[in-house]
C-alpha cells in the first residue's frame, strides 16, 4: 500500500474520484452515522457513491442504511471466494448509493496482510464513483491506519469527551509514526521509529517533529522528504455530538494543539450538532439525511460535505452566526 495520498490530496478542489477514509480513536463517536450521512450528501448533489463497510472486525453500516443484513460482503474477496470487487457491490434503497458490506466472518480477513490490503485498495480504486467513503474501524489497529493513509482524505471524527479527545490525538500521532515507518525503508531508521512509538523511549521522543528530528539526524535525505510530505499532509477533523459552543469550539483549540505540539496541521472541516432524531431514525431503519433533511445534524452534515469537497474549513465567525 503506497502511503502517499494524504499529501496528495491537498491539490484538487472538488476533485472527482476520490476516497475518503473515516476514523476515530475511540468506538461510538459517530463514524458510521457521519460517513452513511455524507455518503447521502453527495448523493443528494448527484455524485455516484460508493460506501465501503472497513471495520474488519464490527461491520454495521448496513444497520445505519436501514437495510438487513447483506450476503456478499467484503471478506467473500478478500477470502478469494469471489475476483471481482464488483461482485459484492449491492444496491441500496437510495439511487446513487452502493454498499459493500463488512466481513462476516472477519476470522480469515481481520488481520490481512500488506498484499491483500494493496490488492483491495486497487481493486477498490477500479470501481465506478465519484467518491469511495471507507467506514474504518476505531483505534489505532495497523490496518486501520494503512487505509487512513492509503485515502484521499483522512477524516477523524471526535465527541466532545475527555477520552475520545485524548484517543483522537493518541490516533493523530499514530497515523503520521505509521507513515515514517512506512517511508524509512532501512532498517536502522525503522528501528528508530519503532522504539519511537514507545510512549516511554528513552530517546525523549514525543511529537511527529521530534521524530523526524531524530530521523533526520540519521539520514539528511530522509529528514528532507519527510519534512515537506508531512508539511503537505492533513487530517480533517470533525467534532461531532455538539450540543454548546464550547463543545464546537474543541475543533479549533485541537487544530492549534495538533500544530503546537505535534509540529503538524489539521483542518477543523466541520461539526455535526447532537440531536435526537439520530437514534430516532436509527431505531425506525431511516436515515436522519432522508427523514428529518432540515434537521440540525442534517445541516451541519451537508455543510461538512461541501467543506470537505472544496478543501474549506469553518471559521469560528461563521459557526458562532449560522447557529
Ligand atoms: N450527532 C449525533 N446526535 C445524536 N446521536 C448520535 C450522533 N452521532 C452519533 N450518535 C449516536 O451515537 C451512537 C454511535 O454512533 P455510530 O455507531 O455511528 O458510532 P461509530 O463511531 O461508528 O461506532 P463504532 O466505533 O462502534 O463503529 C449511535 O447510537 C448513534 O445513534
Ligand atoms: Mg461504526
Not at 479527545?165 to 517511508?183: D, T
Not at 505535534?262 to 437514534?279: H, L, N
Request: with cysteine.
Amino acid at each position: 500500500m503506497k502511503p502517499l495520498h494524504l499529501s496528495e490530496a491537498q491539490t484538487g478542489d472538488d476533485r472527482q474520484r476520490e476516497i475518503w477514509a473515516i476514523g476515530s480513536g475511540k468506538g461510538g463517536t459517530g463514524k458510521s452515522f457521519v460517513t452513511t450521512s455524507v455518503a447521502l450528501s453527495l448523493v443528494k448533489l448527484g455524485k455516484k457513491v460508493i460506501l465501503v463497510d472497513a471495520d474488519l472486525g464490527c461491520a454495521n453500516l448496513h444497520t445505519c442504511l436501514g437495510m438487513h443484513p447483506v450476503s456478499q460482503s467484503l471478506s467473500d474477496f478478500m477470502s478469494g471466494r469471489v475476483a471481482s470487487l464488483a461482485d459484492v457491490l449491492v444496491p441500496t434503497p437510495y439511487p446513487g448509493l452502493k454498499l459493500i458490506s463488512g466481513a462476516h466472518d472477519m476470522l480469515d480477513i481481520a488481520n490481512p496482510t500488506h498484499s491483500r490490503k494493496s490488492a483491495l485498495m486497487k481493486a477498490l480504486d477500479e470501481l465506478e464513483f465519484d467518491y469511495l467513503l471507507l467506514d474504518l474501524g476505531a483505534g489505532t489497529a495497523f490496518n486501520t491506519l494503512d487505509f487512513f493513509l492509503a485515502a484521499h482524505k483522512a477524516i477523524l471524527v471526535v465527541v466532545p469527551e475527555p477520552t475520545a479527545i485524548e484517543n483522537a490525538y493518541r490516533f493523530i500521532k499514530s497515523v503520521y509514526f505509521r507513515y515514517m515507518r512506512a517511508v524509512s525503508k532501512e532498517l536502522k531508521l525503522r528501528q528508530l521509529v519503532e522504539e519511537a512509538m514507545d510512549p516511554k523511549n528513552q530517546r525523549g521522543v514525543h511529537s511527529v517533529h521530534d521524530l523526524i528530528e531524530v530521523l533526520a539526524a540519521a539520514d539528511p535525505a530522509v529528514g528532507r522528504r519527510l519534512r515537506e510530505d508531512i508539511n503537505a499532509m492533513r487530517v480533517r477533523l470533525v467534532v461531532n455530538q455538539v450540543r454548546t459552543v464550547d463543545d464546537l469550539t474543541l475543533g479549533f483549540a485541537m487544530r492549534s494543539s495538533v500544530e503546537k505540539y505535534f509540529g503538524i496541521r489539521m483542518d477543523y472541516s466541520g461539526y455535526v450538532e447532537y440531536d435526537d432524531v439520530v437514534w430516532k431514525a436509527a431505531r425506525a431503519h431511516q436515515t436522519v439525511m432522508h427523514e428529518y433533511p432540515y434537521s440540525s445534524p442534517a445541516r451541519c452534515v451537508d455543510r461538512l460535505t461541501r467543506n470537505l469537497m472544496t478543501n474549506q474549513q469553518i471559521e469560528l465567525e461563521s459557526v458562532v452566526t449560522n447557529r
